[in-house]
């Protein structure tokens, strides 16, 4: 019962959001285009990608992610380890004004356990993200058959570093 009443509210919520670009801002950090590879219907579980990028003067951090479709949620890295790529939970992820942090397949990403509803091609489904600073913050996450396909890849950006001149102050020869 009460789970069929969920599953309607999402479902208006899966309406009430079309467009396929899509980001969002908390305190100082920018959210954009949270994604999820769709998965077959038998999925346990998945995972959620992102970038987050710190517009602000201090750094943030992401503590932890939660989502109604998952029982549980995990922060996750992948690392080398004798030549495998192993996934491994990790505490929080920090960013350091102006940098920009992506959560990619393969690299960071947001596990979630025990699915209770599909990743199907289309959908978009509730999660929210809990910063230290800039608090609590509710995105909508696209789910994709074809993340390659939207339009959204970054091309390899390299021109907005801007080069402080560095004259060393403290130089004792
Ligand atoms: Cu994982």
């Known amino acids: 019962m009460r789970l069929t009443q969920f599953s309607l509210l999402l479902s208006a919520a899966l309406l009430s959001v079309q467009a396929l670009a899509h980001d969002f801002n908390a305190g100082n950090i920018h959210i954009d285009h949270p994604w999820s590879r769709a998965l077959p219907p038998v999925a346990p579980t998945g995972a959620a990608y992102l970038t987050l990028e710190n517009q602000g003067q ?19 890295e992948h690392i ?29 990403h947001i596990m979630l356990f025990e ?8 959908d978009k489904y509730p999660m929210t993200l809990i910063f230290e600073q800039a608090g609590e913050v509710d995105i ?34």
């Open 140 to 173: 909508q996450v696209v789910v994709t058959a074809d993340p390659d396909n939207h339009g959204n890849n970054q091309p390899e950006d390299h021109g907005n570093h801007s080069e402080h001149d560095a004259h060393s102050e403290h130089s004792h020869h």
């Open 80 to 108: 080398h380890q004798d030549s495998l790529m192993k996934m491994q939970q990790i505490d929080s992820v920090t960013i350091a004004p102006g940098q920009r942090v992506e959560f990619t397949p393969g690299g960071n």
């Open 58 to 76: 201090q750094s943030d951090t992401l503590l932890s992610a939660r989502t109604p479709i998952a029982g549980h949620v995990e922060l996750h």
């Open 115 to 122: 699915l209770k509803q599909p990743l199907t091609d289309g």
